[in-house]
């Protein structure tokens, strides 16, 4: 699985912190998890939109063999902006898409309680911070439209910063 933090740029409105995480896991909800992940259906989307593309790397998908694709657009709104990403990938642990937004402004309490709440979450069934003591990181296993899903929550409240990342990703294959 990848996991990216993306640098954003970062233009934050006049929205309140309690607005700005609001919107951002409104934006999580419509984007990423009103459907499991699917690169072309989020890229068609974005397009669609007229998304200003960030960034477009790796090697899309092939027929056989390992692949991994990033591409992700920037996403203006109310509160400021964020960005949308989009991963597919395959590799010797399987065959994955992923669906992601990055807000430099987010404040990881407030976007966590705001997550659970949204998604009718219990407690994180896994949370670490990073050696370093810069990053928390909260996963949980749920199950959206019948399927199973991994999605994280990576933030920098241990560092009393702000920063998130909000990441659903949905195993297509298994590895071998």
């Known amino acids: 699985m990848i996991v990216l933090g993306a640098a954003l740029l970062c233009a934050v409105g006049e929205a309140g912190a309690d607005e700005r995480s609001a919107a951002l896991v409104a934006a ?6 009103s459907e499991p992940p699917n690169f072309a259906r989020i890229e068609a989307r974005a397009s669609a939109a007229n998304l200003p593309v960030n960034m ?24 400021g902006t964020h960005e949308l990403s989009a991963v ?16 430099a402004d987010g404040l990881g309490d407030e976007v966590k309680q705001d997550l659970m ?12 911070v990073s050696p370093d003591g ?6 949980w296993r749920v199950k959206l439209h019948g399927e199973g899903v991994i999605l ?9 910063a702000p920063g998130v990342y909000l990441n659903l990703t949905h195993r297509l294959v ?3």
Do not use: Y
């Not at 999580?28 to 998890?33: A, K, R, W, Y």
């Not at 709440?117 to 670490?128: K, S, W």
């Open 134 to 139: 810069q990053r928390r990181s909260s996963g």
């Open 152 to 160: 994280l929550l990576i933030d920098a409240s241990p560092a009393k």
């Open 117 to 128: 709440r949204a998604l009718n979450l219990g407690p994180p069934e896994r949370e670490a």
């Open 56 to 79: 477009d790397a790796g090697t899309p998908r092939q027929p056989e063999g390992h692949f991994n694709h990033i591409k992700s657009w920037m996403v203006g709104l109310a509160s």
């Open 28 to 33: 999580f909800q419509e984007s990423c998890v």
């Open 174 to 176: 298994a590895g071998s």
């Open 88 to 103: 597919e990938a395959r590799g010797p642990a399987g065959e994955v898409a992923s669906c992601a937004i990055t807000a």
